[in-house]
């Protein structure tokens, strides 16, 4: 039976877990980074401070959130982790869940719940990605407690107010983690940065709506959900990246459904032009389906996106989880 050390043989190993970092953005303040930052491989972070800790996000498999729990114990001196939230549902985010101590109270927005609880690729990640994802001895962990619209948690004296974009985004339940005193911000999957951008649980256009409302936060530091930390210029090119990129998904749907063609039709038809280097560019099927479906008032269908996802690519999608 292949194990993920095995998947993992003969890829870069500047994407192993073990390339991983904890980043000191302030005092007390870390991002958990992870190359290549690709699909169910993306960044985390916590808040420590008068002997307690505020986790933010965990990891898609066991070993890799044992890995960031393991480094941030031991730059926090063992601080028991007492609270930790979850930025939205996906599996690179929230499956290392049960890993968390048993007396942390875990926070997300009632749609994430939702969300989390009838995910089925944690019981068994289908061969749309490969090497196929082995989770290793993880169980779903709902949050304790659920937030509509926004919540703030006191880590010592330090304020993180954990916030929702006010619509659909990314998915429909995101929040960010928001600092305000250090204008830091952990954006959770509202930014990738040098990757492709998936919005296909979400909406495209409120995607575009989220990119204004976090600017207007006027954040110096920014954790993207997956790709490097963000400073000063890095944002604002990062930020019109993004609105370049929405805009552009938005025109290719709107010209291909106009003449009757399908998502992946489009897809096929289209050129990528500054986004043809992004990592994980078969994200435009999906980004496709969403406005296909938003546009004809029906629900999404999961398995047909990803189908045309791996059809659009011609072989299933890359992972160095």
């Excluded at 070993?63 to 982790?81: K, Q």
Aim: proline share 7%; net charge negative.
């Amino acid at each position: 039976m292949s194990t993920q050390s095995d998947g993992l043989a003969g890829r870069d190993p500047s994407a192993a877990p073990d390339a991983a970092q904890l980043c000191e953005l302030r005092p007390g303040v870390y991002a958990w980074v992870q190359p290549d930052g690709s699909w169910w491989v993306n960044n985390a972070g916590a808040v420590s401070g008068d002997g307690e800790t505020l986790v933010i996000d965990t990891c898609a498999t066991a070993r890799r959130t044992h890995r960031f729990l393991t480094a941030l114990g031991d730059v926090t001196g063992g601080a028991p982790t007492r609270w930790a939230v979850n930025t939205h549902q996906h599996g690179d985010h929230t499956y290392g869940n049960s890993l968390l101590p048993a007396a942390t109270v875990l926070i997300g927005h009632e749609r994430m719940r939702e969300g989390l609880r009838t995910d089925p690729i944690i019981d068994g990640c289908p061969a749309f990605w490969s090497p196929i994802p082995d989770w290793g001895r993880v169980r779903r962990r709902l949050p304790d407690v659920t937030i509509t619209a926004a919540a703030t948690v006191h880590v010592g004296e330090r304020r993180v107010d954990l916030l929702h974009p006010g619509g659909p985004a990314h998915t429909t339940g995101d929040l960010v983690a928001w600092l305000p005193d250090d204008r830091i911000l952990f954006a959770g999957d509202l930014l990738f940065a040098g990757l492709t951008p998936l919005v296909f649980m979400g909406s495209v256009t409120g995607a575009l709506t989220a990119l204004d409302w976090l600017a207007g936060m006027a954040p110096e530091v920014i954790v993207p959900g997956h790709g490097p930390v963000l400073a000063g210029g890095e944002i604002d090119r990062v930020l019109d990246e993004h609105r370049r990129y929405f805009q552009f998904v938005l025109s290719e749907a709107d010209r291909g459904l106009a003449r009757g063609a399908t998502p992946l039709e489009i897809a096929r038809d289209a050129r990528l032009g500054e986004f043809a280097d992004w990592a994980d560019a078969e994200r435009l099927v999906l980004n496709l389906h969403r406005v296909h479906a938003d546009r004809a008032g029906h629900e999404l269908d999961l398995v047909a996106a990803l189908c045309d996802a791996v059809t659009w690519l011609g072989h299933p999608m890359p992972t160095s989880v």
